[in-house]
């Protein structure tokens, strides 16, 4: 597990949330992202009783820093959650919220 930094200012000054995330694995026939967007892999790590530490690495995610890019890219999701839903409305509780519509 890696801290990532969350950086959403356009000159990286935009304040910074910091969340945990799996991003090192073995690669396994058992263990599978869940979900489309904001995709998750601790549930399929857990059930195949994958241990998992965190780290003391520190990721700075910039990905969201230019607004129309961050615009894009919320489209973006919204489409892939709605076909998401549209298949499986049964896990439609379970999805993380997308927010900036």
């Keep these: 597990m890696v801290r990532c930094s969350c950086d959403t200012g356009p000159k990286g000054d935009g304040g910074q949330t910091v969340v945990d995330h799996i991003r090192f694995f073995p690669v396994r026939e058992d ?55 549209a298949e499986r409305p049964e896990n439609s509780g379970q999805w993380p919220v997308v927010s900036g519509q």
């Design 31 to 85: 263990v599978r992202w869940t979900y489309a967007v904001h995709e998750q892999i601790l549930p399929a790590l857990q059930r195949a009783n994958v241990p998992v530490r965190l780290t003391d690495v520190t990721v700075r995610h910039t990905g969201y820093t230019d607004p129309a890019l961050r615009q894009c890219k919320l489209q973006r999701d919204c489409k892939i959650l709605a076909a998401e839903l």
